[in-house]
């Protein structure tokens, strides 16, 4: 059983070895671990759809503007 990517980081790099050991014999440090390691995982999936979801908003919001100006124009000339 490997250590999860998560735990390679620099919050925990003075502590690997430990930690290596920790996850394979503790099961509660194991889970504690796990689900860290789920928690980062998820906060990145989040972190991108909220990336696609605001470019999709400022897309909309764009062509949102565009139409408008379109739609006043077109009132305009037909006065």
């Known amino acids: 059983m490997s250590l999860p990517n998560e735990l390679y980081n620099s919050k925990f790099a003075e502590y690997i070895e430990s930690l290596k050991i ?3 014999i503790d099961d509660k440090f194991k889970t504690m671990c796990d689900d860290y390691c789920d928690s980062k ?3 990145e999936k989040y972190r991108k759809k909220f990336e696609k979801d605001f470019r999709h908003k400022l897309e909309f919001e764009n062509l949102s503007k565009e139409l408008e100006e379109e739609i006043l124009i077109y009132l305009i000339r037909k006065e």
């Open 22 to 24: 920790l996850y394979l």
């Open 41 to 43: 995982a998820n906060t």
